[in-house]
């Protein structure tokens, strides 16, 4: 049985302040509701923000996580940052693959499987965004799009490293865009990345939780999560007001 996640993308988003007074209202509705006992709960904020938050959810069941990371450890690479670092200031897993990051910052397929050896490499949960975009949709191309970004980007891996992968199935024509993929269009692209994964290790077709994002809100996120191969979602805009997000974190802990 897989525990449901549910995974916040700040993107650029966030200044101290109201960091400050999002995690203290996330913390007090987890705690009220309980939330944390069926649903894992993670925030990914901007990381120069990753320590303040940390040290706001010390002690707390909130994980906090990075939104992408450099694939080479340490040296010349002027604004980057290491796996290593990451891990150091607190990070439990890291977004690795975006649709933002491989339209807007060149992060090909290549870049991204190296990024997630890097993260494994120094024990960080790498979270693999994969999805198509409309024109591939339309193409009746989704499946085999994010079946060449999934075996491109765990190539070199061996069955225990895909098992520590979560995976999140992001439609490009979703994100951002308040269009979300039906729940059963959704089912059928986790259920052929469920698929792809038993390729690798019956372990980690059972394990690894597969997220589904794409304006995600408090009103879709119990249908979509209702889906037998949905484990949660990578929520980006909702993410942001503490009542929405704990919204679909509740949708989730009922799932
Ligand atoms: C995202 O950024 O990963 C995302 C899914 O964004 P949104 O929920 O705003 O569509």
Redesign the pocket.
Known sequence: MRKALVAG?W?MNGRAKQNGELISSLLSGLEQQALTESVDVMVFPPSVYVSQVKALAEGSPLGVGAQDLCEHADGAFTGELSAGMLSDCGCAAVLVG?S?RRAMFGDTEARVAAKVSAALEQGLVPVL?LGETLEERDAGETLKCVEAQFESAVAGLEAGQIEQLVL?Y?PVW????GRTATPQQAQEVHAHLRGLLAGKSAEAAATVRILY????NAKNASELFAQPDIDGG??????LKANDFLAICQAAASS
Do not use: M, Q, Y
């Not at 990578?234 to 993410?239: D, E, F, P, T």
């Open positions: 993308n993107k975006h933002e965004c999140a992001e979703a994100i951002g865009t994002g794409g304006s995600v990578l929520v980006g805009g909702a993410s």
